[in-house]
């Protein structure tokens, strides 16, 4: 979807179009969700960009407070039409889903049609990528934002993307980046005739077989309707660092009380209880525990996520604070209009 929760924003407030809208928090460590395009142009503001920074980058501009509710209706109803037309449809987020074509004689046209009935019973326009594997899919689907529709094979991709950076594949972040530049690796091509050897050497066997496979655009990964949960977690930023145990401890228990609260709505039970806390200085430190049986209950939950922060104790301020239980015996589909494995991070605030 194009700028999906600035443009859900602004098919309720039709007045705003044209102008530069960005959803985004209120607190001093609120970072911006989306912007509309005309923000984009006028100063480079981008979704994760620290709210701030937007305004004062672009103080003009129209600053809404996000409206998830908003948000997950509307993720529904697109859903809904990718389901009508197509039988296997895997949702990754609110605004995105991979599907399969495989057997369909026109892809173009019937991906056409899709976005042309978003349009017509959302308002919302969407970006369409094909592509061979779900990664050139996802990459390809960039090419034409917004409301665009591209067709790249793996061999154009090769031949297109030679002198871009390893950034631009799906999961390869900045810290991985860096590294490869300070080995002389730059372009994707430089990635590609990178000896497989080197890099396993340089990131462990499993990444470097992965990032080199990478590079040639190499995906062999399945869209599957039903993905498998693997974790899930609550988390909060403080908007001023929490010095005192025991303030951390009521923000855990509140945490843990919510965690627990949407796993058993969803009869999702783990047996790896864990913690995460983010310092002042950026560091971040996470602790676990298995328990015997799987649970959901904040009675076991609860104890075992303060034992672990009792345990660290940290001596630093702390800027994030989380709670996540891992291990699921059997994992329920997300539910159609929330992201798999994210869907459980609050955007809370103290």
């Known amino acids: 979807m194009d700028a999906f929760y600035a443009s859900v924003e602004l098919r309720q407030r039709p007045e705003l179009r044209g102008k530069p809208v960005v959803v985004c928090g209120s607190g001093p460590r609120a970072v911006v969700t989306t912007a509309s395009y005309e923000a984009r142009k006028l100063a480079g503001i981008h979704s994760a960009?620290?709210?701030?920074?937007?305004?004062?980058?672009?103080?003009?501009?129209?600053?809404?407070?996000?409206?998830?509710?908003?948000?997950?209706?509307?993720?529904?109803?697109?859903?809904?039409?990718?389901?009508?037309?197509?039988?296997?449809?895997?949702?990754?987020?609110?605004?995105?889903?991979?599907?399969?074509?495989?057997?369909?004689?026109?892809?173009?046209?019937?991906?056409?049609?899709?976005?042309?009935?978003?349009?017509?019973?959302?308002?919302?326009?969407?970006?369409?990528?094909?592509?061979?594997?779900?990664?050139?899919?996802?990459?390809?689907?960039?090419?034409?934002?917004?409301?665009?529709?591209?067709?790249?094979?793996?061999?154009?991709?090769?031949?297109?993307?030679?002198?871009?950076?390893?950034?631009?594949?799906?999961?390869?972040?900045?810290?991985?980046?860096?590294?490869?530049?300070?080995?002389?690796?730059?372009?994707?091509?430089?990635?590609?005739?990178?000896?497989p050897v080197a890099l396993e050497h340089a990131f462990g066997p499993r990444q470097g077989r992965w990032l080199h496979s990478r590079a040639g655009f190499e995906d062999e990964t399945p869209i599957t309707v039903v993905r498998e949960t693997k974790s899930q977690s609550t988390e909060i930023t403080f908007d001023v660092d929490v010095r005192g145990q025991a303030e951390l401890e009521a923000h855990l228990e509140q945490l843990?009380?919510?965690?627990?609260?949407?796993?058993?709505?969803?009869?999702?039970?783990?047996?790896?209880?864990?913690?995460?806390?983010?310092l002042d200085d950026w560091t971040n430190v996470s602790r676990s525990h298995t328990v015997e049986q799987p649970t959901n209950d904040l009675a076991v939950v609860g104890p075992v996520a303060l034992d672990l922060l009792r345990a660290y104790a940290p001596q630093r301020p702390v800027r994030l604070l989380g709670v996540r239980l891992a291990g699921f015996d059997s994992g329920e589909a997300p539910e159609a209009n929330e992201p798999p494995e994210a869907q459980m991070q609050l955007g809370l605030t103290a």
């Open 49 to 195: 960009m620290p709210a701030a920074v937007a305004r004062r980058r672009l103080p003009d501009a129209i600053y809404l407070p996000p409206d998830f509710n908003a948000y997950r209706e509307a993720s529904g109803q697109v859903m809904a039409v990718l389901r009508r037309n197509a039988e296997t449809v895997e949702v990754v987020g609110l605004d995105e889903a991979y599907l399969d074509l495989t057997g369909i004689f026109s892809p173009k046209a019937t991906m056409r049609r899709i976005a042309a009935q978003i349009k017509e019973e959302t308002g919302l326009t969407c970006s369409v990528g094909i592509s061979e594997s779900r990664m050139l899919a996802k990459i390809t689907s960039e090419l034409g934002k917004p409301a665009g529709l591209v067709v790249l094979s793996r061999e154009q991709a090769l031949e297109r993307f030679a002198a871009d950076s390893p950034g631009l594949i799906p999961g390869v972040g900045p810290k991985s980046v860096a590294k490869l530049e300070a080995m002389g690796i730059r372009t994707l091509a430089q990635l590609r005739a990178r000896d």
């Open 256 to 278: 843990a009380e919510e965690l627990c609260r949407r796993l058993a709505k969803r009869q999702l039970e783990g047996r790896t209880i864990g913690i995460k806390v983010r």
